[in-house]
């Protein structure tokens, strides 16, 4: 299985950047396609962005996209979300995940708050 850990996040006025990572431990983190979401309170949660295992492929959510770019970098084992132009409703718990080759996502980090003023 693949172990995944999310930091990066905290708190930005509206406008400002961060750039999330997700630090990967276990096996073949290189064979699968990776995905973010957030999760705001109330509400569920909801994906971001998606890179495939190549990183030749990218998707977004239509409410960021423009502003984040997700990229990886699979000989530090790492993903990355670089946030923009961040928003109020950015605001939330931002997860990574694999996805497993039935479609759906599996081994969850724990998350880190995104917290954008204004």
């Known amino acids: 299985q693949v172990q995944l850990v999310e930091s990066g996040g905290g708190l930005v006025q509206a406008g400002g950047s961060l750039r999330l990572s997700c630090a990967a431990s276990g096996r073949n983190f290189n064979r699968y396609a990776m995905g973010w979401f957030r999760q705001a309170p109330g509400k569920e949660r909801e994906f971001v962005a998606r890179?495939?295992?190549?990183?030749?492929?990218?998707s977004y959510a239509d409410s960021v996209k423009g502003r984040f770019t997700i990229s990886r970098d699979n000989a530090k084992n790492t993903l990355y979300l670089q946030m923009t132009n961040l928003k109020p409703e950015d605001t939330a718990v931002y997860s990574c995940a694999v996805q497993a080759v039935t479609g759906g996502y599996v081994n969850w980090g724990q998350g880190t708050q995104v917290t954008v003023s204004s």
């Open positions: 890179i495939t295992w190549s990183g030749g492929s990218t």
